[in-house]
C-alpha cells in the first residue's frame, strides 16, 4: 500500500504570548515573556505565584451562555483555537470537503482541572445534604471532549478522539492525525491539544513534586532552559490546532499549503513516573525513530524545536540525546526552546511548538530561547550545540524536528518539512 502524503493546511492558537498565531508568532520571535503575577486565584499561599496565562480572553466573547455552561476552560481555548485553523484552512466553507472524510483528534493532558476542582470543592462543603453536582461535571471535565464539541459544532464525521500522554499529548495528536490521513482513513483532520491547569490543585500539585520555578520575584525570566540557574518550568495555558490534510485533496481544493508533515516518532524512556531518563534514552529512540519514518538523514533537519522545559534533568538529558542522534552535525543546526517565552502548556505543549515549527519554515526565522545570562552555565550542558539564546535568528530552514516528553517516560516528536512538489 502506497502511503499518502499529509500537507499542512490551517493554524491555530490561543497563547501567553498572543490570541493569534500572528500575534503569538511575531512576539515569540521578538523573544517576548508570557510570564506574570497568576490572575486565576489567589496564589499569594503558594510556592509559586506565576504563570504564563492566556491575556485578555473572555468566553462569552465566543460562546453564548448555554454554551458556556457546557464549557471548561481548557474546552473553551480548544474551541477557539481550532476555529482560526479551521476558518485559515477553508475546510467549513469549501463545497468540495466531505465532512464524512474530516476528522478531530485533540489532546489534553489533564482536561477540565478547574470543573474538578470545582465540583470537588462544593461537595466537601455540602456534604451534610448529600451529593450534589453539575448534570454537566462530567461532560466539562474528560479529556476528550474537546475533540467532541468540535465535532458537534462543524459537522465532522470522521475518526474523533483525544490523546493522553501528559506533555507529549498534543504531538501523539499530530502523528496520530498524520497516521490516519496517510492510511487513506480520512482526507483532513483538524490536530492540537488544549490545557487550563493554572488553578490551585496544578499550581500546587506542580508544586509539591518541586517541578516548578519559584523565581517569584522574577516571572519574565524564570523559564531558562539550559541556563545554569534553571530551577523548574512556568506552568502555562492555551490551544493550538493545525489542519492536517492530503496532499491531492488539498491540492483540488486549491487549499493554502503551509509545509508537509515528513513523519512521527513514538517511544517510552521506561524509566521513571516524572524524571526523564539521564542520558536521553526514550528522547534518542523517539528522534531516531521519526527520521526513519521520515525516510530523512540527521543532516536533513536545520532545526530542534526542543522540548526544553527548564528542569534541571530533563534538559540536560534532551542535549544528550541530541549530540548522540546527529553526531556532528547537532552543532550545525539551530535549536531552541520557545516555552522560555510560553512557559509549558503542558498538553497542548507540543501542538503549538509545531505551529511556531511551520512558521519557522515559512519566515526562514528561528525564534530564540530566552533568559540565558552570560556565565549562567551548567557544567553538563554542551555549549557548543547553537541554543539560540536569547535572539531570533535567520537561516534557511528546509525541515524542522519537533520534541515532546511527558511525564510517564512518553515521548513524542514530529518533522515537519518544506513542502515541494
Known amino acids: 500500500m502506497e502511503l499518502k502524503r499529509v500537507v499542512i493546511t490551517g493554524l491555530g492558537a490561543l497563547t501567553p504570548i498572543g490570541n493569534d498565531v500572528k500575534t503569538a508568532w511575531q512576539n515569540a520571535v521578538e523573544g517576548k515573556s ?29 460562546f453564548d451562555r448555554k454554551k458556556l455552561r457546557q464549557l471548561d476552560l481548557y474546552a473553551q481555548y480548544a474551541l477557539v483555537a481550532a476555529q482560526e485553523a479551521i476558518d485559515d484552512a477553508g475546510l467549513d466553507t469549501d463545497e468540495k470537503v466531505n465532512k464524512n472524510r474530516v476528522g478531530v ?38 479529556a476528550d471532549i474537546a475533540a467532541g464539541h468540535i465535532s458537534i459544532d462543524h459537522g465532522y464525521h470522521g475518526p474523533n478522539f483525544a490523546t493522553v500522554s501528559a506533555c507529549a499529548s498534543s504531538n501523539n495528536a499530530l502523528v496520530d492525525a498524520f497516521n490516519l490521513i496517510r492510511l487513506g482513513q480520512a482526507d483532513a483532520i483538524v490536530a492540537g491539544g488544549a490545557e487550563a491547569a493554572v488553578f490551585p490543585a496544578g499550581v500546587g500539585g506542580f508544586n509539591s513534586m518541586k517541578a516548578l520555578s519559584t523565581r517569584n520575584d522574577d516571572p519574565e525570566g524564570a523559564s ?30 486549491g487549499a493554502h499549503i503551509y509545509a508537509e508533515v515528513a513523519g512521527g516518532g513514538l517511544s517510552a524512556d521506561a524509566y521513571h513516573i516524572t524524571a526523564t531518563h539521564p542520558e536521553g534514552l526514550g528522547a534518542r529512540l523517539v528522534m531516531e525513530n521519526a527520521l526513519k519514518d521520515a525516510g530523512m538523514k540527521p543532516e536533513e533537519i536545520d532545526y530542534i524545536n526542543l522540548h526544553g522545559t527548564s528542569t534541571p534533568v530533563g534538559d540536560i538529558s534532551e542535549a544528550k540525546a541530541i549530540v548522540k542522534v546527529f553526531g556532528d552535525h547537532a552543532y550545525k543546526m539551530n535549536l531552541s526552546s520557545t516555552k522560555s517565552m510560553t512557559g509549558h ?29 552570560e556565565g549562567d552555565n551548567d557544567p553538563e550542558v554542551d555549549y557548543n550545540l547553537n541554543f539560540t539564546f536569547n535572539k531570533a535568528q535567520k537561516r534557511d530552514i528546509n525541515a524542522v524536528l519537533s520534541n515532546t516528553f511527558g511525564f510517564g517516560g512518553h515521548n513524542a516528536c514530529l518533522i515537519i518539512k518544506k513542502y515541494k512538489e
Open 34 to 62: 508570557g510570564a506574570g503575577p497568576i490572575t486565576h486565584f489567589d496564589a499569594e499561599l503558594f510556592k509559586t505565584r506565576f504563570a504564563c496565562e492566556v491575556k485578555d480572553f473572555n468566553g462569552a466573547d465566543h
Open 105 to 142: 483528534v485533540f489532546a489534553a493532558g489533564i482536561g477540565g482541572l478547574h470543573t474538578f476542582e470545582e465540583e470537588a470543592g462544593y461537595y466537601a462543603q455540602n456534604s451534610e445534604n448529600g451529593p450534589k453536582y453539575n448534570p454537566f461535571f462530567i461532560p466539562k471535565m474528560i
Open 224 to 253: 531558562r532552559p539550559f541556563s545554569g540557574s534553571r530551577d523548574g518550568f512556568v506552568i502555562g495555558e492555551g490551544a493550538a490546532a493545525l489542519v492536517l490534510e492530503e496532499l491531492e485533496h488539498a491540492k483540488a481544493r
Open 345 to 373: 502548556l503542558l498538553g497542548a505543549a507540543g501542538a503549538l511548538e509545531a505551529v511556531f515549527s511551520v512558521k519557522a519554515l515559512e519566515t526562514g526565522i528561528v525564534p530564540p530561547t530566552i533568559n540565558h545570562e
